[in-house]
């Protein structure tokens, strides 16, 4: 282990800037979000949540995938280029990368998509363990550690001294690559770093949502679920925004369109919303005509489909970014609850 | 709180009503949902407190399909928003039971997380029945006490006022929480030079997720289908793009609810990056104010607004053009 005094990340980051593209959360007009790093940026290592997860890196909201380019009779197509160079993620936190864990069972399946798949042999993980958990968060239900985020490399700030562990190769590379900067970690570091997790472990056990119980969700409960009358009161205060699906770190559907430039096409892709009337949208019409539809859909996915499809594994990782973002305080705990409380009526 | 429980429970039982608008307990201590509620039994989690933020007047809308009589809770700012609604047609005032709620100014977690407040285990202070002053915060990292008004939410420190415009009774006690000009954001706007608010602005707005939120939760956003929603045009704008969120998006909704829009700050409040989106609309309430004379939307069901009408004393549009 190895350790940087908080003071000197600044320089840390520009090491690293120096050689490839470097996103971490990045405080702008009061709200931080991941963003690219450069001289003067206000790096907000301190915020537990970013308002978006981070997914964006390897998944952005919307990028484009070819280019249609008409010239008198002439049309050439250009294919947007796939990620080369390496980029470093820094501060992305365990449930987040554990969302990346979800986003790979879905794009790095066959057939593999080439966009996400570059980005992600591109790109270094650096998760920072949670300091201060709080209320919404409940990663521990799905098995996350808050206090050990699986990464490239971990770090963990305490007292102003961040404390750094390669743990894959890319890990060890980037550690190498900024060796100047860092100092050997003696054992009495170590017992810090040992502290603070346990510090982690006993804010975590005391969290509201803790011992949230995911009995009778799994791969097998489609018919029974989908079928409960709970959702039809469930939904209601629902406003059919995408808040929900866009701060998600596992949401993963996306929609491809056209964008008229004048003297061709552009086809892009982007971050799609099941809470939209024109989700699922096909040539024959939509499956989902209601609000009602659209709202189950979101945690049948999440919490039936997706484990039913992925040997149980859940497409959420707690982070509880709905919890706080959510317009109408609807959110997938309350789901859970409501059929703990309701689940047996019919 | 119990005096609302009481009353929704009578009316449900002698058929005025067949259902209530209102909140349902959450399961932390900021975060109730709104709910409808068809039986005195459910009535038990009904709740109503400083975080319903939450207008209900839009949800009049759907209720307004339904058979029978909503008994609807609206705060003093809500109702403008239901005038406005009855104005435009969107409601039906004969399919609503209207008790004006009191209200001592509405709460804004987000303020709190701005304070460094985390890991909230309750809040106390925030009942209809206290005196809203201080709030008293539970955390797993010590407790705090704040001053209520830290953590209202921006509209009510402009607050219009705690007459309700329309109802059929009140219960609760209200109070005007009033504590800055509501034009003052709007004024230190335009002392800005062109190159300064464009970046104010692009600042801002380059935060949007395009999450679509501030358009779901806006009662004066009632059209059936969002042109940028529609499929069949070019219009439909799905992707996050910063260029289109900065100069179109936010301000072409802006005008499309100018004149119409009573500031009830629903915009703001549900804004998951924290975008100050009812500058806008009041910038255009502040320049109406001063072309056509001054005028609250939703003030009253019957007037007609000031871009709906026309008179020959109306301001020339040259005028506007030359003011830039």
């Not at chain 1, 796939?82 to 936190?93: E, Q, T």
């Not at chain 1, 998760?127 to 996350?144: N, Q, W």
């Not at chain 1, 050990?148 to 390669?166: I, Q, S």
């Not at chain 2, 793009?241 to 629903?266: L, N, P, Q, Y």
């Amino acid at each position: 282990m190895y350790k940087i005094e908080k003071e000197n990340l600044e320089a840390l980051f520009r090491k690293i800037a120096e050689s490839q593209d470097l996103i971490l959360p990045i405080k702008k007009a009061g709200q931080t979000n991941f963003g690219l790093w450069n001289e003067g940026e206000e790096a907000d290592l301190d915020t537990l949540k970013t308002v978006k997860s981070g997914k964006d890196a390897f998944f952005p909201q919307s990028e484009t995938l070819y280019t249609c380019v008409r010239d008198g009779k002439k049309l050439t197509v250009e294919p947007e280029e796939l990620r080369s160079s390496p980029f470093v993620v820094f501060g992305m936190k365990a449930c987040d990368v554990k969302g990346m864990e979800v986003l790979d069972k879905v794009f790095l399946a066959d057939p593999i998509d080439t966009f996400y798949a570059a980005r992600r042999d591109h790109g270094t993980i650096v998760a920072m363990a949670c300091h201060e958990p709080e209320e919404s968060c409940f990663c521990k239900v799905f098995g996350t550690d808050a206090a050990d985020p699986a990464a490239d490399v971990a770090v963990w700030m305490v007292e102003g001294t961040l404390y750094w562990k390669a743990i894959s190769e890319k890990g060890q590379a980037l550690t190498e690559a900024v060796k100047d900067l860092l100092t050997d970690a003696d054992a009495s570091d170590e017992a810090k770093v040992s502290a603070e997790k346990e510090a982690i472990h006993n804010i975590v056990e005391q969290l509201p949502y803790t011992h949230l119980s995911l009995e009778g969700w799994d791969g097998n409960a489609t018919d029974e679920k989908f079928n409960s009358p709970v959702w039809e009161t469930l939904y209601k205060p629902c406003l059919a925004c995408g808040t929900c699906t866009f701060v998600c770190p596992t949401c993963q559907c996306y929609d491809i369109k056209d964008y008229d430039t004048g003297h061709g096409v552009k086809r892009y892709r982007c971050w799609d919303s099941c809470m939209y009337s024109d989700f699922t949208m096909m040539a024959h019409g939509n499956n989902r005509t209601s609000q009602m539809q659209r709202f189950r859909q979101r945690f049948m996915h999440k919490l039936v489909y997706f484990p039913a499809n992925n040997n149980g594994m859940y497409s959420c990782v707690g982070c509880g970014r709905c919890v706080e973002k959510c317009p109408s305080s609807l959110n997938i705990v309350k789901v859970i609850k409501a059929f703990e409380k309701h689940g047996g009526e019919k | 709180m119990q005096e609302l429980i009481t009353r929704a429970k009578e009316l449900l039982a002698d058929g005025t009503v067949v259902r209530v608008l209102g909140w349902k307990a959450g399961d932390l201590s900021y975060n109730p949902e709104a709910a409808y509620f068809e039986t005195a039994e459910s009535l038990d989690e009904f709740v109503y407190n400083g975080f319903c933020g939450q207008n209900l007047s839009k949800m009049m809308i759907e209720a307004s399909k339904l058979e029978g009589k909503t008994l609807v809770c609206l705060k003093p700012c809500d109702t403008y928003s239901f005038n406005q609604l009855i104005k435009e047609h969107r409601v039906d005032r004969e399919k609503a039971y209207i008790i004006g709620v009191g209200c001592k100014g509405k709460l804004n977690v987000e303020k709190l997380r701005e304070m460094g407040i985390k890991g909230i285990k309750s809040i106390s202070g925030a009942e209809l029945t206290d005196a809203c002053e201080e709030l008293h915060i539970s955390t797993i990292y010590g407790d705090k006490t704040v001053a209520y008004k830290e953590a209202m939410l921006e509209r009510c420190h402009v607050c219009k006022g705690k007459e309700h415009m329309i109802y059929d009774e009140i219960i609760g006690e209200s109070k005007d929480t009033k504590d800055a000009d509501r034009f003052a954001e709007v004024e230190k706007i335009e002392k800005m030079s062109p190159e300064e608010r464009f970046a104010f602005f692009q600042k801002e707005l380059s935060k949007c997720i395009r999450c679509n939120a501030c358009r779901n939760a806006c009662p004066a956003c009632s059209c059936r289908k969002c042109v940028f929603d529609s499929t069949k045009f070019d219009s439909a704008q799905k992707a996050n793009v910063d260029s289109f969120e900065e100069k179109m998006f936010h301000i072409i909704r802006a005008f499309h609810v100018a004149g119409r829009c009573t500031d009830c700050g629903e915009c703001s409040r549900v804004c998951p990056q924290g975008i100050p989106l009812h500058l806008f609309n009041r910038k255009f309430i502040k320049d109406i104010d001063t072309f056509y004379g001054e005028y609250q939307a939703g003030a009253d069901d019957q007037s007609k607004g000031p871009l709906t009408s026309f008179t020959f004393d109306d301001v020339e549009p040259g005028v506007v053009a030359e003011r830039g």
